[in-house]
Structure formats: C-alpha cells, structure tokens
C-alpha cells in the first residue's frame, strides 16, 4: 500500500469511528401496565417514569379499576401491542405488568377466577410481549396498607403467589413488589402508613363514619383517604422501590435511571 492509499484508510477509518461516536446509542423504553396502584394520580407510575434518565421513554399506560382480564377485554392491551411493533427506535422494550387489585371476587366485569383465568392471562400477556421482541417483567401487586390489631393485612398474597409461579414457569424478570411493600408498609406502622395516601387520613369518628358509608354523619365530606392508592409521598416511596428493584432483577437497566440527587 503506497502512502497516499494508506493515508486515505487511516481518514476513512477515523471518520468512521467519528461518526460511531456521534451517533447515540439507542434509549431503552418501560411500559407500564397495570391498575390503579399504577396508574396517573392515584399509583407510583407517573413517580417511577420520573426516575427514567429519558422520562419520555417510559409511558404509563396503567389505568384505574382494571383487572388481567378487563384490560385486555376494553382493547388497551391493544395499545401496547402497536407500541412494540413500533419499537426500531429503541434498543429493548420492557413491560412491567402488574395486575391483582381488581382480579380480586366481587368486582363485576373486573375480577377472574384465580385458579382458571388470572394465571393464563399473566402467562398469555408474557408470550404476547416476548413474541413481539419485548421483555416482560411481572410485577406482583402493591401492598394494601390495612391493619389488624398492628397486624398488616395482606389479602393479595393468593394473587402474588400466582405471579411468582408465573414469572418462574415462563422464565421472566420478576419484581415482588408485594412482597417487599407487606415487610416495609408492617415496619413502619399504621400511622406512618397512613401519610403515603392521596389525602389526609380524617379522624378517628369520621373515618368510621365513612367507612359504614355514612357520608353526612358529623357533617363529614366523603374524603379521598384509603389504604390502596397513595399520594405524592407514597408514589416517591414505592417508585423507588420499584426502580431498586428493577436494577438489581434487570441490572442491564442500572444506567437508565437518575442519579439519586436528581430523581424527583
């Protein structure tokens, strides 16, 4: 090779590499499925998508009161499906996919049969994702915050235990929100508890008012308390642990997140 033939290999070679340097690596994107624990104004979603070095990569498409099977039944899951054949802008795709609240009995429309129906749908929603080059993340259901005598009730253990299996049989990334929300949520106590909610919890007289649907009783508001959705305070909480989660499940996602100084 004569000098001039060498000299334009080496531009070529070092504009190439130029080039590779200028061009960004490809953004990984999180979806969010889920119900209300989830979702917009009432769930930890909207405060986990802010931990997101790239917030405009993570859309929660959580939404209130729906269940494995409603979701699905009022076409949203179609949504989610359109934005993973639509993913060449991105390096992967994860989709974490919490359900349970409302697959719980006597919720017309909403709730499914946990033996028969709940884990089909979760395992069905885990092949649909991987078959369109996404990966899915089971998340078990967030904590309800009820106590019992200092005791924290933990009515969705039945459905958190169905999407361990799941997540063990398909052989998928498993979050077990339930599981560490119960320990954390127990640790800290009732009254603790209580501020992580949308409102201030009322007193004593009229939460019990309220609770027997007595809403004029002392002159007492229906007030925006409860013990399942939660607040800004309780959104920072559990968003954060859902992202400490992720990290250590899916370490390849580490990098994605904010450092701790700038998230929230």
């Known amino acids: 090779m004569n000098f001039q033939s060498l000299t334009i290999a080496v531009m070529l070679m070092l504009t190439g590499a130029s080039t590779a340097a200028e061009t960004p690596a490809k953004p990984i994107r999180i979806l969010l499925v889920g119900d209300s624990t989830m979702a917009n104004n009432s769930g930890y979603g909207d405060a986990f998508c802010a931990r997101v070095n790239r917030a405009n990569t993570c859309l929660n498409l959580a939404k209130g009161g729906r269940s494995s099977g409603s979701f699905r039944a009022e076409g ?10 639509g993913a060449a802008a991105y390096r992967s795709t994860y989709v974490l996919i919490q359900f349970g609240h409302n697959d719980q009995p006597g919720k017309p429309g909403r709730s499914t049969d946990l033996k028969t129906e709940f884990p089909v749908n979760m395992a069905r929603y885990v092949q649909e994702v991987k078959a369109l080059g996404g990966i899915p993340v089971l998340v078990t259901p967030l904590t309800r915050r009820s106590f019992t005598n200092k005791v924290l009730e ?11 299996a799941t997540a063990a049989a398909q052989h998928v990334a498993l979050l077990d929100l339930n599981a560490e929300s119960y320990a954390a949520v127990q640790a800290m106590g009732e009254d603790e508890a209580d501020t992580l909610a949308v409102a201030p919890r009322p007193d004593k007289i009229t939460e019990a008012a309220l609770a027997a649907g007595k809403v004029e009783v002392a002159g007492a508001a229906k007030s925006a308390f409860d013990r399942t959705h939660v607040g800004a305070k309780g959104a920072a909480y559990f968003s954060r642990m859902v992202m400490e989660e992720m990290k250590r499940a899916l370490p390849e996602t580490a990098s994605q997140f904010k450092p701790e100084s700038e998230q929230l």
Request: zero cysteines; glycine letters at 4%.
């Open 76 to 85: 949203r899951w179609d949504e989610v499906e359109g934005l993973l054949r």
């Open 154 to 164: 933990n009515n969705l253990l039945p459905w958190a235990d169905t999407i361990r």
